[in-house]
Every structure is written in structure tokens, then in C-alpha cells.
């Protein structure tokens, strides 16, 4: 994969990023969109494919992208299918920061060093490439505006900015009902990019240990019984040491 054109966790972390406060909104939940835009991306570039709610590496060889290929080694390490609300779940560790950090490096951001109540040292981001930044968000407002299905990669950022509650963000207020309700209905419009969306949610809403399961057939199941649970394959991923690049800490 070139370098020419931004990855998705790129293009979400530019999207969370607050111009006035050089912060990112909906920290917490944005974590878990990066991992599941790394899952995206990666399938985008032919490397991963779904497989039921299950990720499998069909393509091992490296995309040029060192985070990326670090995702790409682990998944592939797995050696069966992982299920994608454990792999989005599972710890990833100074993912936002690597991220942060590498749009510094590429010259998108600028960190500006602070202190919080004068005394803890704290750094904020700064975007330096402002049309970067509203060309992205003119993906999403052309999308939410025209309702024309969006390209692959715009339905799974819209996606993704669902799933990690940048939607108030991005159109705050009772004015921005409407573009926040159409942002959702993106979803739709990329199967990979819906699977892994709704991950992120199922992540946040507590539900990652417990998998989908199908409705019984009609006439199979008595009435009042429960349905027996399937027994979760998989467990949250613990990446390897030094397996991340290098985080800088703030």
C-alpha cells in the first residue's frame, strides 16, 4: 500500500480532533474505532476478509504501513479467524497516541506542550493542514447531504464516527438531529465497515463476551426456554511487547 492517501485510523483521528481545544472528543470510544479502522483499512487493501463475525487474514504479505502490518502480524499470529469484538476489545495501548505521534511526524499535526491547572504537564494537537481536515469532513457532509451511497472508505468512516459517538461532534445541537440520524444510516453502505462498527458498540455496550447468535427456528425451540449460549471462541488479544510502535507519552 502507498502513502499517498490517508488510512482510516488517519482520517478518523483528524475527524475527533478539536480545532479550538487541540484535543480529540469521545476519547474513551475513539480508541476502539482505531482498532476497528485498522480492521477496515486492512480489508480495503485485500489483506483481511470477513468471515461470518469473525475477521480472517487472507493476504499475510505487508501493506507498507508499520502500524498497520503490526495489526496484520498479530491477526495473522492468531492462526484461525478472531472473532472482531475481541479483537477490538482486547488492550491496545497507546494506539492513539502512536497515531497522534505519526501525524505529527508527516507534518498534519502540531503538538503544543501545556500544563493542566499549572502544574501537570499536558500536550494538545494542533492541525496544520487545515483543508486535510474539511476535505475529510466534506466526504461525510457530501454523503449525509446528497444521500448518494458514499465510496467504500467514506460509508466505513461515517461508520466508525457513528459507532464512536463523534456524531454530536460533528453536528451538535438539536440542528444537527437530522445529519446525525442520515450519519447512522451510513452504516449500511459497507458491509465491512458495518461489522466492524457495530463491534465497537457491542465493545462499548459490554455485550464483546457474549457472540451473536441466530434466532431458533420456528417450532425448534419450546416456549419460555432459553436458548442455550454458544461458548465464546476467542479471548481479547494481548499484543506482545514492543509489538506497538513506540508511544510518546504526553
Not at 113 to 125: D, I, K
Amino acid at each position: 500500500m502507498g502513502r499517498s492517501r490517508r488510512t482510516l485510523p488517519e482520517e478518523l483521528l483528524l475527524l475527533a480532533l478539536d480545532p479550538a481545544t487541540g484535543t480529540t472528543a469521545q476519547p474513551q470510544s475513539l480508541d476502539l474505532g482505531l482498532a476497528g479502522a485498522q480492521l477496515v483499512e486492512l480489508a480495503l487493501a485485500g489483506r483481511i476478509a470477513p468471515d461470518g463475525d469473525r475477521i480472517a487474514v487472507v493476504a499475510p504479505r505487508p501493506t507498507g504501513d508499520p502500524t498497520l502490518d503490526c495489526a496484520l502480524e498479530l491477526l495473522r499470529r492468531r492462526g484461525a479467524p478472531v472473532r472482531a469484538v475481541h479483537w477490538i476489545g482486547g488492550p491496545r495501548l497507546g494506539l492513539r497516541q502512536t497515531y497522534l505521534s505519526h501525524l505529527e511526524r508527516c507534518g498534519m499535526v502540531a503538538a503544543v506542550p501545556g500544563q493542566m491547572c499549572g502544574v501537570l504537564p499536558t500536550t494538545r494537537y494542533q492541525a496544520t493542514d487545515t483543508a486535510i481536515s474539511r476535505e475529510i469532513r466534506s466526504r461525510l457532509d457530501s454523503a449525509i447531504r446528497t444521500g448518494v451511497p458514499p465510496d467504500p472508505r467514506t460509508a466505513a468512516l461515517a461508520a466508525l464516527a457513528h459507532a464512536v459517538g463523534l456524531g454530536k461532534h460533528l453536528y451538535p445541537g438539536n440542528e444537527g438531529r437530522s445529519s446525525r440520524s442520515r450519519l447512522r444510516d451510513l452504516i449500511r453502505h459497507d458491509p465491512m465497515g458495518g461489522l466492524v462498527a457495530h463491534a465497537v458498540m457491542d465493545v462499548q455496550n459490554g455485550v464483546a463476551a457474549q457472540p451473536r447468535r441466530s434466532p431458533a427456528p420456528a417450532g425448534r425451540q419450546a416456549a419460555g426456554a432459553r436458548p442455550a449460549a454458544e461458548p465464546a471462541r476467542g479471548v481479547p488479544m494481548q499484543p506482545r511487547r514492543g509489538s506497538m510502535a513506540r508511544v510518546v507519552a504526553h
